[in-house]
């Protein structure tokens, strides 16, 4: 099978959404599909990315925060109207609203020349890995600051591009049922082409360590073997409140260390610096920075928690690498379709509820459950779920 895969991020660099396309791509060609992928690609990025069987055409990401469907999206929907003279894939599978103008080509001819377009022949799968509305009612809820640039224009196109791709997809893929159900809420998506496949996990990369080798990482990260150790990995932006974990360092021991890994808003970090140093917590908090995603393992490894006080989230493979590694996951803004052992709620975000959650699961440890995680969790498994919304849609 010829698969053709729309997305606006694609390694390097690693953070964002990129790391989960790369690996259900790499899962897929271990079915023997091959893959064309159109993506973004910031320059001097370095060398790409190139999985076997995997064919990348890349566009330069947009120039202006926020404004990717007025840019980049129109460069790659003509580059994508001269593609198709001469390539036919069997299904297009796009993520996110990088596509928005494809939808609305395909949205076109579906009402006027339906006919006579080979193109809607073609089975397209959309991707969604959160709604938009979904993540702006949660922000206005709890009263979070929305930029203008997001308010104005990236979040209303984005609406835009939901809409358009609930009105022409032959399937609607979510990353958790409450993501399914917003979008039949919000854009009257139809339940009978909407399915449920969530974030894998690359297993042989996020996997449990020995006490030598989690000593030794510890060491390089100028953290003690008899620290208690706290991880945030991801984007550190406004709605993932990691200004609350800092706070909630003041109300927890000394000996319990704060790791943040990843890059971040440059107004948000200047926010936590602020916390960390009227609040006395240099030597508490270790700021990692971005870590590239082959690496980011030995972060989840040497920890004793990882912490994710989201205000709103789709599905984030952080905590699903989390609990891979062994390592329970305090977590908040989504859950998880079943319950797995060593993944726990926060009931509020509250600093100091944050820290006694923190506190009662470091001092009463129970186990993960790891087999759980190999057996559902498996981005091999995830690709054969995804296969069969291909087969549905291809029989239709």
């Known amino acids: 099978m010829k698969i053709l895969r729309i997305v606006y991020d694609w390694p390097p660099p690693w953070y964002g959404l990129a ?12 079915l023997g599909h091959t893959v064309d992928v159109f993506c973004g690609r ?10 076997e069987n995997v064919l990348l055409r890349t566009f330069v990401r947009e120039p202006f925060a926020g404004t990717v469907t007025l840019t980049t999206s129109v460069l790659m ?25 494809i939808f609305l080509y395909r949205l076109i001819l579906r009402k006027f020349f339906s006919r006579w377009s080979k193109e809607i022949k073609i089975p397209m799968v959309v991707h969604f890995h959160n709604t938009v509305q979904g993540r702006w009612d949660s922000l206005n809820e709890q009263g979070m600051d929305i930029k203008p640039v997001s308010r104005y224009l990236a ?27 917003e979008a039949i809420k919000f854009y009257k998506a139809e339940p009978s082409k909407c399915y449920v496949v969530e974030t894998g ?4 990369l996020f996997s449990p360590v020995g006490n030598e080798e989690k000593e030794k990482s510890r060491r390089e990260l100028d953290l003690d073997l008899y620290d208690k150790v706290i991880l945030n990995n991801g984007s550190m932006v406004e709605r993932k409140n990691i200004h609350l974990l800092v706070e909630a360092m003041q109300f927890l021991p000394n000996n319990y260390k704060l790791l943040l890994v990843g890059p971040g808003d440059p107004e948000y970090l200047l926010k936590i610096d602020d916390i960390i140093q009227k609040n006395n917590l240099k030597n508490r ?19 004793d928690i990882f912490v994710l006080p989201s205000s709103f989230e789709g599905l984030p493979k952080v905590v699903i690498q989390s609990l ?73």
Request: aromatic fraction near 12%; include cysteine; proline fraction near 7%.
């Open 19 to 30: 790391p989960a396309p790369y690996e259900m791509t790499v899962a897929q060609t271990k």
């Open 285 to 303: 908090v270790v700021k990692a920075g971005y870590t590239p995603y082959p690496q980011v393992s030995i972060a989840f490894q040497v920890s």
């Open 155 to 181: 979040y209303p196109m984005e609406k835009f591009s939901n809409n358009l791709a609930v009105q022409t997809a032959d399937a609607l893929i979510f990353v958790r049922e409450d993501n399914k159900n």
């Open 201 to 204: 996990v690359n297993t042989k």
């Open 324 to 396: 891979a590694c062994g390592v329970p996951a305090l977590v908040s803004g989504f859950k998880l379709s079943e319950q797995v052992e060593g993944l726990y709620y926060l009931d509020n975000l509250d600093p100091q509820n944050i820290a006694q959650s923190i506190k009662n699961i470091i001092e009463n440890p129970k186990p993960v459950n790891i087999a759980k995680i190999l057996h559902f969790y498996t981005w091999d498994e995830k690709a054969k779920q995804v296969e069969k919304v291909y087969e549905i849609v291809k029989n239709k």
């Open 42 to 51: 910031w320059p001097r990025a370095g060398a790409i990315e190139q999985p």
């Open 77 to 101: 929907f003509l580059y994508y109207l001269k593609w198709r003279r001469d390539n036919t894939p069997d299904v297009i599978h796009a993520h996110g609203h990088f596509g928005i103008w």
